[in-house]
């Protein structure tokens, strides 16, 4: 039951620094100037604002995640408050279970305050405000930021200085929001001796199907219905095209590469 | 028991603590990886015909004779005379392990990384002959697999066994490049010479007796090709494999004797290192 302290000292520490209040300047900046801005420009449409914000937050959020994740293991290690605080009785496990927990929170609770200050202005100037609509929204924003807060302490745990975690979480960024579809259809192409077939293959459909940000943007179309569904969803007939299988995509994503950083980290000589 | 298994364990940890051997284990392979990434697109219509490990072999096989032979030879010719050379050997037989271990424990080691590096390169190639395009069957790619360590087994041994004869290094280094370049870019071309030799002293009449067929198909390249021949290709003509050829020239034996390739060289050197001062 160590990592409870490890998780309360950390929320307290983050709290009393700039950081995280910075980060919840940017989401209020997003959340509720853009509701402003489109209160300000006429005809407050409801639809509309929350189109942008799934469009903006597909690649804003994720850095939001990083942002708090990178530093989560290799900050302790370099500062040397890792090995501090493993000479007293708590395991490598607790270390990074106590920093997962108060990282995820803090991420939720940063845009769950946004939201509810962004909800307080819109609910009076917005005729059309949906509340289901915009709690899913919420929801679906900060389990997408967790999943890019979790790989970036999964990279945090299996990596040695923080120039590395940094350069690997943001080419992770890169790799997994922009070009995601594109790897997949250039090893498709190489695989294939640059003669792909017409027909993508299972694999190729299921791979492209459970990127986060299209799965992101699967369950935000689908279950809130804000924006429109991504084209892979669209042109495919497989069957795993689901909620359910998008939202154990995103499990996947959030558990795996913990699990492998943590197997390495548990390893590394920390000194 | 245990003591060859100490060296054969530090053998293994040596090669992969070594910046350019292992640099030469990736390359090998990746040379077969590779191999089986362009064999399909050797074949005609790829998406009609099934690629199999037959094309994957008649793709490979002229890069394979020349490939696998100098990664078993350079593998193993400095296995004892570097540390012979550099007065390690002395002190490594002052502790409980006897010259036999010392050779065996070598070989054993150094034959793992052959093999582990023959069989992890040949199945990529294999995963990528069957997928997308292709099927693999598992008894031809075992037959590949059990043929081509063989192969190189035999000149890993051949090194080791020129290791093993040799004080200096220099020594061994030209004695290896004599045997590659004997057996694998000579010998085969040798054929017509073997035959003008035995004409000379009235031992042939046009073509070759079976029994300087058999003694000239003995060298490994030769016998390696021969086996593929029979086993992979499915070839069935030819003076060793033709249906009027002796018994003695086909692929079974073409086996035997690569099997006594692996083996023999290491055990020739052993019998004169045991007995020579060091």
């Known amino acids: ?271 | 028991m245990t003591r060859w298994n100490t060296l054969a364990r530090k053998e293994i940890r040596g090669l992969f603590n070594n910046r350019s051997s292992k640099i030469g284990i990736g390359i090998v392979a990746l040379v077969f990886v590779f191999g089986g990434y362009i064999a399909p697109t050797t074949v005609q219509d790829p998406s009609v015909v099934d690629v199999t490990i037959v094309d994957y072999d008649q793709f490979l096989r002229g890069i394979l004779v020349f490939l696998v032979p100098l990664f078993g030879l350079l593998l193993g010719y400095r296995a004892v005379v570097g540390e012979r050379a550099g007065g390690q050997l002395t002190l490594l037989l002052s502790f409980p392990h006897s010259r036999s271990d010392v050779v065996l424990g070598k070989t054993i080691g150094r034959g793992v990384v052959l093999v582990g590096t023959i069989v992890a390169g040949t199945l990529g190639a294999a995963a990528l002959v069957e997928y997308p395009f292709g099927a693999v069957s598992l008894d031809r790619l075992v037959v590949f697999l059990g043929a081509t360590s063989l192969y190189g087994t035999a000149f890993l041994t051949i090194g080791i066994g020129l290791s093993t004869v040799t004080a200096s290094m220099r020594r061994a280094t030209i004695l290896t490049f004599g045997v590659f370049f004997l057996s694998v870019v000579a010998w085969p071309q040798l054929n017509g010479y073997f035959l003008d030799a035995l004409q000379y002293v009235n031992l042939a009449d046009d073509t070759l007796p079976d029994w300087a067929r058999f003694i000239y198909g003995a060298e490994p390249t030769l016998l390696y090709e021969r086996v593929m021949d029979t086993f992979i290709a499915d070839v069935d003509s030819g003076a060793y494999l033709g249906p009027s050829a002796a018994w003695y020239l086909n692929g079974s034996t073409a086996v035997m004797l690569l099997a006594a390739w692996t083996v023999l060289p290491a055990i020739g050197g052993y019998v004169q290192f045991r007995r020579t001062d060091l």
């Open chain 1, 1 to 271: 039951m160590n990592w409870q302290v490890i998780a309360r000292n950390d929320v307290r520490r983050s709290i009393n620094q700039r950081g995280i209040w910075t980060l919840l300047a940017g989401f209020l900046l997003g959340f509720c100037g853009l509701a402003v801005l489109v209160l300000y420009l006429g005809d407050p449409d409801f639809q509309g604002y929350v189109e942008i914000i799934k469009g903006g937050a597909g690649l804003l959020a994720p850095l939001a995640g990083i942002i708090l994740g990178y530093e989560a293991i290799i900050g302790e290690r370099e500062s040397g408050t890792a090995v501090l605080s493993l000479s007293l009785p708590q395991s490598r496990a607790d270390l990074v279970l106590g920093k997962l927990v108060s990282r995820t929170l803090l991420l939720c609770g940063t845009i769950a305050a946004a939201g509810v200050i962004t909800a307080v202005v819109m609910i009076p100037t917005y005729p059309s405000f949906d509340f289901p609509q915009y709690v899913g929204l919420l929801v679906g924003v900060a389990g997408y930021a967790a999943v890019f807060l979790w790989l970036s302490a999964a990279l945090s745990m299996a990596l040695s200085t923080s120039r590395r975690v940094i350069a690997a979480a943001f080419g992770t960024y890169i790799g997994l929001t922009l070009f995601w579809n594109v790897l997949i259809d250039v090893l498709v192409s190489i695989l294939f001796r640059f003669q792909p077939p017409r027909q993508p293959e299972t694999w190729v459909t299921f791979s492209k199907f459970v990127g986060p940000y299209t799965t992101y943007n699967y369950l935000l179309s689908k279950l809130s219905s804000i924006g429109s569904l991504p084209p892979v969803a669209v042109t495919s007939t497989e069957e795993f095209i689901t909620p359910a299988v998008a939202v154990l995509g995103m499990i996947g994503w959030i558990l795996l590469p913990v699990g492998l950083g943590y197997l390495s980290f548990r390893r590394s000589d920390i000194l």
